[in-house]
């Protein structure tokens, strides 16, 4: 583990340049809030989400007249990745934007959004979030004290090195690469012979810098929001995940506000999903475009050589999630 001391040293740099005040969302002449909740999120403040975010505070502050006013912090502000999934069940976070790999560690059920390579695009992965699959995930999470309001993306997931172009999965045979904590992450690139190692966003940045890792697996946006690419030059377009994320209410403080409040915020997450996934996949685009631009070396891969080399993720993780769901998502991507 990195010490928190040395991250925190390494001043402007990295993801510690982006831990600032947090947004407070509220609406022109609105009265004083009769609610003050928290909301955090898995990035930086240079991360297109917390715009989003800022927008989702201002909806639900327009819908309640002011009496919800909702706080937008970022990673590291109310804990590490992990400990936000904790401070949800506790109640002592009120709202969370969060990524499935740190999802899976709560709900393992929820892992088979991530197995690799499922979904050939984003429509085939939003066609199963936005239906009954998606519906039976969401219900599972208030047996542990949260709420599910919907469904955004933080963007494919690809492989950013120094140097190491991997057309096929020859090239990640022993790379220490950074992954999220949910177990079929590492699953995943342990198949492909590589070293997963699971760090906090907020010190990856660090970690690539003194060479504790070789690669990290994160979308591009991430990369471009904790300033990852002032190390890293290459990055393979692996898209090994769709990278689903979910907006989560912590039960316990949800169910104390008033039952017009918990109705505005359902219905304005309804227009979050929609912002979310359009701001991402616009975001994606304008990174990539941005990385070229600097020089850094954007590399398509063998999608059939990756498959095939991490088939045997699948059946490892069937019973986990559970034959029902497993089956049923494999059916409606046409996975064979």
């Known amino acids: 583990m990195i010490e928190r001391r040395k991250f925190l040293q390494i001043g402007a740099t990295g993801a510690a340049a982006s831990i600032t005040m947090p947004f407070v969302g509220r609406t022109g002449w609105a009265k004083t ?22 927008r989702f505070a201002g909806d639900v502050s327009k819908r309640t007249d002011g009496e919800i006013e909702i706080q937008v912090f970022s990673i590291g502000q109310l804990g590490s990745g992990t400990n936000i999934m904790t401070g949800l069940q506790t ?24 197995l690799p390579f499922l979904f ?28 599910g309001l919907g469904y955004g993306h933080w963007a494919w997931r690809v492989i950013s090195t ?12 022993g790379l220490k690469i950074r992954v999220q904590p949910g177990a079929i992450f590492a699953g995943t690139f342990k198949a492909l012979g590589a070293s997963p190692v699971a760090i906090d966003l907020t010190e990856v940045y660090l970690a690539l810098s003194q060479h504790v890792i070789d690669a990290v697996e ?20 692996t898209n090994q995940v769709y990278n689903a994320g979910v907006m989560m209410a912590s039960k316990a403080k949800f169910d104390t506000l008033p039952a017009s409040a918990q109705k505005a915020i359902r219905e304005a997450s309804v227009g979050l999903t929609k912002d979310w996934r ?12 941005k990385f070229k631009a600097k020089g850094m070396t954007l590399v398509d891969i063998d999608q059939a050589a990756y498959r ?24 409606e991507v046409g996975h064979g």
Not at 221 to 237: G, H, M, P, R, Y
Request: glycine share 6%; hydrophobic share 40%; net charge negative.
């Open 218 to 237: 994160t979308p591009m946006i991430s990369v471009a929001a904790t300033k990852q690419d002032e190390i890293v030059n290459t990055v393979n377009l």
């Open 278 to 289: 359009t701001t991402i996949a616009a975001k994606s685009d304008e990174i990539a475009g």
């Open 120 to 147: 050939p695009n984003s429509a085939s992965a939003e066609r199963v979030l936005d239906g009954p699959i998606g519906t039976k995930l969401l219900d599972m999470m208030p047996s542990k004290g949260i709420y």
């Open 162 to 173: 120094r140097d190491k172009k991997a057309a096929t999965p020859d090239g990640i045979k």
């Open 91 to 114: 109640g002592i976070i009120d709202f969370c934007a969060h990524t499935s790999g740190f999802i899976d560690t709560v709900f393992p059920k929820f892992q088979v959004v991530d």
């Open 308 to 331: 095939k080399a991490t088939e045997s993720v699948y059946p490892q993780f069937k019973d986990i999630i559970g034959a029902d769901i497993y089956d049923a998502v494999l059916k």
């Open 33 to 54: 809030p009769t609610h003050t909740l928290k909301l955090t999120f898995a990035d930086t403040q240079a991360h297109p989400l917390y715009d989003v975010l800022k």
